[in-house]
Nanobody
Framework: QVQLVESGGGLVQAGGSLRLSCAAS????????MGWFRQAPGKEREFVAR????????YYADSVKGRFTISRDNAKNTVYLQMNSLKPEDTAVYYC????????????WGQGTQVTVSS
């Protein structure tokens, strides 16, 4: 069982940056691939980024490639999402996920954190 708590969301102007954090409980954190997803109003939840259990392999949605960076610190049971050059279309609730498969399904979800990018 893994519990996930996101933080770091907020309001930022277009072109700005935010860093999201996701703190995980449970001793199995380092064995899970982790990911970030997002859901904008009126839209389905979509994949943003995934990182392997070791942190050596990352994968991004085309819409965020080159602007967002996912990383993890297994000693701190934390995964991060650094978001740069934010756009209004990045506005969404961002969810941390654990046990993210290569098919981009997830076994565990956080409660989400709101990111709003103003134009």
């Amino acid at each position: 069982q893994v519990q996930l708590v996101e933080s770091g969301g907020g309001l930022v102007q277009a072109g700005g940056s935010l860093r999201l954090s996701c703190a995980a409980s449970g001793r199995t954190f380092s064995s899970y691939a982790m990911g970030w997803f997002r859901q904008a109003p009126g839209k389905e939840r979509e994949f943003v980024a995934r990182i392997s259990w070791s942190g050596s392999v990352t994968y991004y949605a085309d819409s965020v490639k080159g602007r967002f960076t996912i990383s993890r610190d297994n000693a701190k049971n934390t995964v991060y999402l650094q978001m740069n050059s934010l756009k209004p279309e990045d506005t969404a609730v961002y969810y941390c996920a654990a046990d993210v498969s290569r098919a981009l399904t997830a076994g565990y979800w956080g409660q989400g954190t709101q990111v709003t990018v103003s134009s």
